[in-house]
């Protein structure tokens, strides 16, 4: 069989690709200890499956709406409104099976080929490999971990051009944990201004888990209201990744190529999974808030287990469920057997000495991290700092 050439710019994600590893040496009796994936490992609420259950029960079994069912946007845009204090009918929403199929249909539907993407590091990694499947050229933005992982006004400046057809970032962002702050977002606005054409993707799927305060949406500056694409969904602040359910909010004309799109991939997403989210998004919204709170914990324990490790440089995250300490002191060093010369190196020691899987920073846009995933429970995570802690000790 001969393939098509456009496979050969797509790769296997490194967080799969960690956890495929880690699976295969679980399945030879080595007691692992999976940080690789972000799943939370909450099951999703009660009174959300019951809603599944009901509307099974009621019909809801049919083929969906491509954009999805009216009366689920409309809970959308209801809690866009509450939560976000935005504006979005439910003609400017789309509802897609997960968030990455809707960054997928706007990436699509915005690059063309040679486009410029600007996108800020370290990112999650289907950014790159969507806007490379839609033969753009990213342009990588380094944020030093001294600034938290975010980018500054200047770096911006330094960087976009009248040539820049997207920029695409996340706050709470994976894998730093990095969260903008309004003013911090409000400085960035300024340069965009500059560039009306520039489209930006707000990628907001970790909104609830957030430990600093309230989330911030660069869609709330209206100056930028007409090209700004917000990505969310229900699998982290839900507990709902199995569900898959994502959504977008933009501009009409732009959702309308999402929809033109998606009708020729999946159609409309599951009917059981839509009625499931309307009510995570109009009902109890106390199971979210009792998950941020044990994910703070965790949060709190990784950090300064990771901080008290010598050699370990490790900001404190503030949102998602993942940290990002910077290893590369670690870089030359050996146990006698094997040497660390790069952040792969790095993971695969802690895999085949500590038995804990991690994800390697380069697959974000930075080597000198590796990522660690909390979003598990908290005797593992004791059990993991452990097996860490022993294993850096073993290097010199």
């Known amino acids: 069989m001969q393939l098509a ?5 797509v790769v296997e994600p490194q967080t799969i690709k960690m ?3 880690g699976r295969e040496l679980r399945a030879k009796g080595i007691d692992i200890i999976d940080l690789s994936l972000g799943e939370p490992d909450f099951s999703t609420p009660e009174h959300i499956c019951i809603a599944a259950t009901e509307a099974m029960a009621e019909g809801y079994t049919k083929y969906t709406p491509v954009a999805g069912y009216l009366e689920f946007r409309e809970a959308i845009s209801a809690k866009l409104k509450r939560d976000n204090g935005l504006d979005y009918p439910a003609d400017q929403i789309i509802v897609s099976t997960g968030a990455k199929q809707s960054l997928a249909n706007a990436i699509l539907s915005i690059v063309n080929p040679g486009d410029e993407v600007l996108i800020p590091t370290p990112y999650w990694v289907t950014y790159s490999a ?3 499947l839609a033969e753009g050229n990213v342009k990588f933005i380094k944020c030093p971990i001294d600034n938290d992982f975010k980018l500054t006004p200047e770096q911006l400046e330094n960087n976009i051009t009248d040539k820049s057809k997207l920029f695409i ?7 730093s944990g990095s969260v903008y702050s309004k003013d911090e977002l409000s400085a960035l606005v300024e340069v965009f201004k500059k560039y009306p054409n520039c489209a930006i993707i707000s ?3 970790y909104e609830y888990i957030n430990y600093v305060g309230k989330h911030e949406s660069i869609a709330q500056f209206t100056e930028l209201r007409d090209r700004v694409i917000v990505i969310n969904g229900m699998s982290k602040g839900f507990a709902m990744t199995g569900w898959r359910l ?7 004309d732009l959702v309308q190529a999402c929809e033109k799109l998606q009708g020729q991939f999946t159609s409309g997403t599951n009917s059981i999974a839509q ?8 009902g109890d919204m106390s199971p979210t808030h009792k998950m941020t709170e044990a994910f703070r914990e965790r949060r709190d324990f990784v950090y300064n287990a990771l901080n008290s490790m010598e050699g370990v440089k490790v900001r404190n995250p503030q949102g998602a469920f993942y940290a990002l300490p910077n290893i590369s002191s670690f870089f030359g060093k050996t146990d006698g057997a094997t040497v660390i010369n790069n952040d792969e190196d790095f993971c695969m020691y802690l895999l085949n000495t500590a038995n804990v899987s991690t994800v390697m920073g380069s697959a974000f846009g930075n080597e000198n991290c590796v990522r660690l995933s909390f979003a598990t429970s908290m005797d593992k995570l004791e059990a993991a700092m452990d097996r860490i802690r022993t294993a850096l000790g073993k290097l010199h």
């Open 19 to 21: 956890a495929k590893l």
């Open 246 to 252: 994502g959504y977008l909010a933009g501009p009409k």
């Open 203 to 205: 990628d907001e799927i």
């Open 275 to 282: 009625r499931a989210g309307m009510a995570a998004l109009l």
């Open 130 to 132: 969507l806007v490379t």
């Open 169 to 175: 970032f996340s706050s709470p962002c994976n894998p």
């Open 5 to 9: 050439g456009r496979l050969e710019r």
